[in-house]
């Protein structure tokens, strides 16, 4: 039987080899025999030029169709899936945008906690500025709470936490607040807002909210009590509370704040669900029943990863969207 790989005619069916590269001229030949019509061409040609003293026999010829019929039906499947990818990232996609401005219920005892700032102003730092000084007074004018920060000229946003100098959280009520301009120790004229008012002993209200992070978690059984703790990345528990003891589903919500009542740091946090014996003590952890905790947050948005993947995001979490459990009302369901 004649080799076709030999034949002089093959020259103008091979893929033209324009980059030298070995990863490259293997993937042009692969691409080549992978195409049912350039199989089809080379079967002509080996029976326009076989050799007349030893034919293509038939059982040749039929593999030769086989061949053929398998590459076919693998373009075609190959087509299939990648429709079907196609759709099942775009339906995905559109999944995760309906979940915005819902409440997700996502399975995590860990979360990222950020207090919200209580006040927020842009202002216009002058040309001549490379710093700018916030003062925040009381309806006396007494200095509350204070700050300097070097910045380059332009629009600028100042954030306040609602915290006073020593890191207590004022109360509700009107208070007034003055940004200044400086051009090293040299003070300059307050620095504008948006409307071109200058921002001294501008009125403010600080409003009482409170920033909180609601759990739920699933008694198995009903124990003699229970004990919620918020646990820092250290380990420490800067919050207690007692729980509920019954079976079921019990809800939980955090304002944020320590023991001793002072807003706790920007950092991750961990829910610890412990329960109780008939003395009041801790089950040890071996002991303990399995207890399913979950966060809840409203989505703000998501996020398409470069291979292709959806993380949903709340104000504590991104997430993969697969974790969200359920999308829940705000009452406990």
Do not use: C
């Not at 909210?209 to 059984?221: C, E, I, N, R, S």
């Not at 207890?291 to 993380?311: M, Y």
């Amino acid at each position: 039987m004649t080799d076709i790989q030999a034949l002089p005619y093959m020259d103008d069916l091979r893929p033209k080899q324009a980059v030298a590269k070995k990863d490259m001229k293997a993937e042009k030949q692969r691409s080549f025999y992978e195409d049912p019509d350039n199989m089809l061409k080379l079967f002509m040609a080996q029976m326009k030029n076989q050799d007349p003293l030893n034919p293509v026999e038939e059982k040749d010829s039929f593999m030769m169709f086989a061949q053929m019929g398998q590459v076919q039906q693998m373009r075609e499947m190959n087509s299939h899936l990648l429709k079907l990818l196609e759709t099942s990232t775009m339906n995905k996609n559109t999944e995760a945008l309906n979940l915005i401005n819902h409440t997700a219920e996502i399975e995590t005892d860990r979360f990222h906690f950020r207090q919200s700032p209580k006040l927020s102003q842009q202002f216009q730092l002058p040309e001549t500025a490379n710093a700018y000084a916030v003062q925040v007074k009381d309806a006396d004018g007494h200095v509350l709470f204070d700050h300097y920060a070097q910045a380059t000229p332009g629009l600028q946003t100042f954030e306040w936490s609602g915290l006073d100098k020593q890191g207590r959280a004022l109360e509700a009520g009107a208070y007034s607040l003055t940004i200044s301009a400086y051009n090293g120790t040299r003070i300059l004229n307050p620095v504008t807002d948006a409307s071109g008012a200058a921002i001294q002993d501008k009125a403010i209200e600080l409003k009482n909210t409170t920033d909180k992070t609601t759990f739920v978690y699933a008694l198995p059984q009903d124990t003699q009590g229970t004990s919620l703790q918020i646990v820092d990345k250290s380990g420490k528990t800067i919050y207690t509370e007692s729980g509920n003891m019954s079976k079921g589903k019990h809800a939980f919500s955090w304002d944020g704040r320590m023991q001793n009542g002072a807003p706790a740091p920007e950092g991750v946090y961990q829910l610890k669900v412990i329960p109780k014996d008939h003395k009041g003590q801790p089950i040890p952890e071996e002991s303990r029943p399995k207890i399913t905790i979950s966060l809840r947050g409203e989505v703000t948005g998501i996020e398409r990863t470069p291979h292709g993947n959806v993380n949903v995001m709340t104000k504590q979490l991104k997430i993969p969207m697969e974790q969200v459990k359920a999308i829940v009302k705000n009452e406990l369901a």
